[in-house]
C-alpha cells in the first residue's frame, strides 16, 4: 500500500503538499501487427462504440494527494488576466449548456466546480470513478475550464466558461503501475475508449491534457492496434462536431523536442491534426515555454507557466500557487502543456454558447483565426502555431475569414496616364452657355441677311 505524503500545520498558505503533474505519457502492451495503411484508417464501427473503458489492475504505489483546507492566493492569475475572458462572462457568455469531458486522471470535488456541475463518467482504475483524482493532475485541468468564481470575493479567480458541466473521466494516472512493466495505467487504447465514451455521454467539448510521444515512423505506419483504435475515436468525436482539445506535450523521456520543420517525434492524439485542436505553452513574457513540443501540428498557444489553480487534493477547497511532483515532495510551480489545452478548452466552449450552429470545424478555425500571430510565414510556426489565444477576438460577431470575400483592391496613389480626369461641371456649363450663344447668333445673322435680301428683291419688282 502506497503512504501517505505528511502534512505540515505550519506550511505556507496558497501550497498543496501533495501532487503529481505533468503530461501523462501514455504507453501500452505489445500489440499485433497490422497491414500497413496509407495514410489515416478508415473508421471502424466496432472501434467507435462502446460505454465502457477497459480497467487495468495495477496497484497504487503511492497515496492519494490530500487537499490544504483554507489555502487560499489573493491575486488574478496573471494568465486570467492576459486572456480577458471575463469580459466575456460580463456579456453573459459563462458556458451555460455545455458539456466538457476531461479525460485525465480523474476530477476531484471541489467546491468551486459546483455551478456547472461535475458528472462522473467512467474509469479504468479498478473500483474508481471519475470524480476521484489521485494525482491531482484533472483537477486542476477541471477548474481551469469550469471554477466557479469566489463566492467571498477574497479572490479573483475564476475559470474560462465557469457554467460549463465537467464531465470526468478517469483514463489515467500516475499512481497506478504495473510492477513488472512499470507501465502506468492508461493506455492509447483506453484513450480511444474514452473519446467515444464522452461522445455518447454528450460531451461538445474534449480535452485531453495527456499525450503519447512515438517516432514519427512507428505513428504514421498505424502499426500499432490502439494507435488505430484512437485516431478511429477521433475522427468519430470530429464528424459529431465535437471539439478534440489536446496539449502539445513537455520535453522529457519519450517526448523529444523536435527541430521546427523536421520533427522526429510524433505526439498522439495531436498527430491526428485535421481533427484534433493543439495547444502549446507560453510564459508569463508570451514566449514559448522551453518545454513545449514543437511541431506541424501545433495550432494555438496558451499560458502553461507559473499558474494559479484550484486546490486538487481530495479535501481542498481554496486556490494553490505551487505544488510538489512525485514522492520527494518537492515544491514546483504549476505549470506545463497539460494546462495550457483547458484555456482553449473553456474557449471552445464559449463559441459554441454564442454560436450552437458552428461545426467543430469551423469553432477550430474561429480560434486559430482570431489568434494573436506570430512573425513568419502565413503567421504561424511549428512552436507556437497560429500563436497565443484572443478569447475576446474568437467571440466578436464577424470574422474577417467568415466574410467569404476577397479583399478589395488596394487604391492606386495617383492616376495612371490613360484615366480621365473629374469632370468639372461648371467649366462645362459655361462652355455649354457659349457654345449655345453662338449658335444663336449664327441663326440671327443669317435670319437678318434672309430678310435684307427679301426687301430688296421686292423693291426692285415695285420699280
Known amino acids: 500500500m502506497g503512504?501517505?505524503?505528511?502534512?505540515?500545520?505550519?506550511?505556507?498558505?496558497?501550497?498543496?503538499?501533495?501532487?503529481?503533474?505533468?503530461?501523462?505519457?501514455?504507453?501500452?502492451?505489445?500489440?499485433?501487427?497490422?497491414?500497413?495503411?496509407?495514410?489515416?484508417?478508415?473508421?471502424?464501427?466496432?472501434?467507435?462504440?462502446?460505454?465502457?473503458?477497459?480497467?487495468?489492475?495495477?496497484?497504487?504505489?503511492?497515496?492519494?494527494?490530500?487537499?490544504?483546507?483554507?489555502?487560499?492566493?489573493?491575486?488574478?492569475?496573471?494568465?486570467?488576466?492576459?486572456?480577458?475572458?471575463?469580459?466575456?462572462?460580463?456579456?453573459?457568455?459563462?458556458?451555460?449548456?455545455?458539456?466538457?469531458?476531461?479525460?485525465?486522471?480523474?476530477?476531484?470535488?471541489?467546491?468551486?466546480?459546483?455551478?456547472?456541475?461535475?458528472?462522473?463518467?467512467?474509469?479504468?482504475?479498478?473500483?474508481?470513478?471519475?470524480?476521484?483524482?489521485?494525482?491531482?493532475?484533472?483537477?486542476?485541468?477541471?477548474?481551469?475550464?469550469?471554477?466557479?468564481?469566489?463566492?467571498?470575493?477574497?479572490?479573483?479567480?475564476?475559470?474560462?466558461?465557469?457554467?460549463?458541466?465537467?464531465?470526468?473521466?478517469?483514463?489515467?494516472?500516475?499512481?497506478?503501475?504495473?510492477?513488472?512493466?512499470?507501465?502506468?495505467?492508461?493506455?492509447?487504447?483506453?484513450?480511444?475508449?474514452?473519446?467515444?465514451?464522452?461522445?455518447?455521454?454528450?460531451?461538445?467539448?474534449?480535452?485531453?491534457?495527456?499525450?503519447?510521444?512515438?517516432?514519427?515512423?512507428?505513428?504514421?505506419?498505424?502499426?500499432?492496434?490502439?494507435?488505430?483504435?484512437?485516431?478511429?475515436?477521433?475522427?468519430?468525436?470530429?464528424?459529431?462536431?465535437?471539439?478534440?482539445?489536446?496539449?502539445?506535450?513537455?520535453?522529457?523521456?519519450?517526448c523529444q523536442k523536435n527541430s521546427p520543420g523536421s520533427p522526429s517525434t510524433a505526439v498522439l492524439p495531436a498527430w491526428f491534426d485535421e481533427e484534433v485542436l493543439t495547444v502549446a505553452s507560453l510564459n508569463q513574457q508570451g514566449a514559448p515555454s522551453e518545454f513545449t513540443v514543437p511541431g506541424p501540428w501545433v495550432d494555438v498557444a496558451a499560458p502553461g507557466e507559473n499558474l494559479i489553480a484550484i486546490d486538487p487534493g481530495q479535501g481542498g477547497n481554496g486556490l494553490v500557487s505551487q505544488i510538489s511532483e512525485g514522492e520527494q515532495g518537492k515544491m514546483g510551480p504549476i505549470q506545463g502543456t497539460s494546462f495550457a489545452a483547458p484555456y482553449v478548452s473553456g474557449l471552445a466552449a464559449l463559441i459554441q454558447e454564442k454560436y450552437p450552429g458552428m461545426t467543430a470545424s469551423q469553432v477550430m478555425e474561429r480560434i486559430k483565426t482570431t489568434a494573436l500571430h506570430p512573425g513568419g510565414s502565413n503567421g504561424r510556426n511549428d512552436i507556437v502555431g497560429y500563436g497565443m489565444v484572443d478569447p475576446m477576438a474568437a467571440l466578436q460577431d464577424v470574422v474577417p475569414a467568415e466574410h467569404g470575400k476577397q479583399a478589395p483592391p488596394k487604391k492606386p496613389t495617383h492616376l495612371a496616364a490613360d484615366a480621365l480626369q473629374q469632370k468639372d461641371f461648371p467649366a462645362i456649363i459655361v462652355a455649354i452657355g457659349g457654345a449655345g450663344a453662338g449658335i444663336a447668333g449664327i441663326v440671327f445673322t443669317a435670319f437678318l441677311a434672309n430678310a435684307v435680301r427679301s426687301v430688296r428683291a421686292r423693291a426692285r419688282q415695285n420699280r
Request: charged share 15%; with cysteine; aromatic share 4%.
Open 3 to 254: 503512504f501517505k505524503h505528511p502534512r505540515s500545520r505550519g506550511a505556507r498558505r496558497g501550497l498543496a503538499l501533495c501532487a503529481a503533474v505533468g503530461v501523462l505519457g501514455l504507453s501500452g502492451p505489445a500489440a499485433p501487427a497490422v497491414a500497413q495503411q496509407v495514410g489515416p484508417p478508415e473508421l471502424d464501427p466496432s472501434q467507435v462504440t462502446g460505454s465502457n473503458l477497459t480497467t487495468q489492475n495495477f496497484p497504487q504505489k503511492q497515496g492519494c494527494m490530500n487537499g490544504s483546507p483554507g489555502s487560499t492566493v489573493a491575486e488574478k492569475p496573471w494568465s486570467q488576466l492576459v486572456l480577458g475572458y471575463e469580459r466575456a462572462h460580463e456579456l453573459g457568455l459563462t458556458g451555460s449548456g455545455s458539456k466538457v469531458a476531461v479525460i485525465d486522471t480523474g476530477v476531484n470535488n471541489q467546491p468551486r466546480l459546483g455551478a456547472g456541475g461535475l458528472e462522473s463518467g467512467g474509469t479504468a482504475i479498478p473500483d474508481g470513478r471519475g470524480t476521484q483524482d489521485c494525482d491531482g493532475h484533472g483537477t486542476i485541468v477541471a477548474g481551469i475550464i469550469g471554477a466557479d468564481p469566489d463566492p467571498t470575493g477574497e479572490t479573483g479567480y475564476v475559470g474560462v466558461a465557469p457554467n460549463a458541466a465537467i464531465l470526468s473521466i478517469r483514463q489515467t494516472s500516475n499512481l497506478f503501475v504495473d510492477e513488472q512493466t512499470n507501465a502506468t495505467v492508461g493506455t492509447t487504447e483506453t484513450m480511444a475508449q474514452a473519446i467515444n465514451l464522452a461522445v455518447a455521454r454528450g460531451a461538445k467539448v474534449i480535452n485531453i491534457s495527456q499525450s503519447s510521444c512515438q517516432p514519427v515512423a512507428q505513428a504514421g505506419q498505424y502499426s500499432n492496434w490502439g494507435n488505430q483504435m484512437l485516431h478511429n475515436a477521433v475522427k468519430n468525436a470530429y464528424n459529431r462536431d465535437v471539439v478534440i482539445v489536446a496539449a502539445a506535450g513537455n520535453v522529457g523521456g519519450t
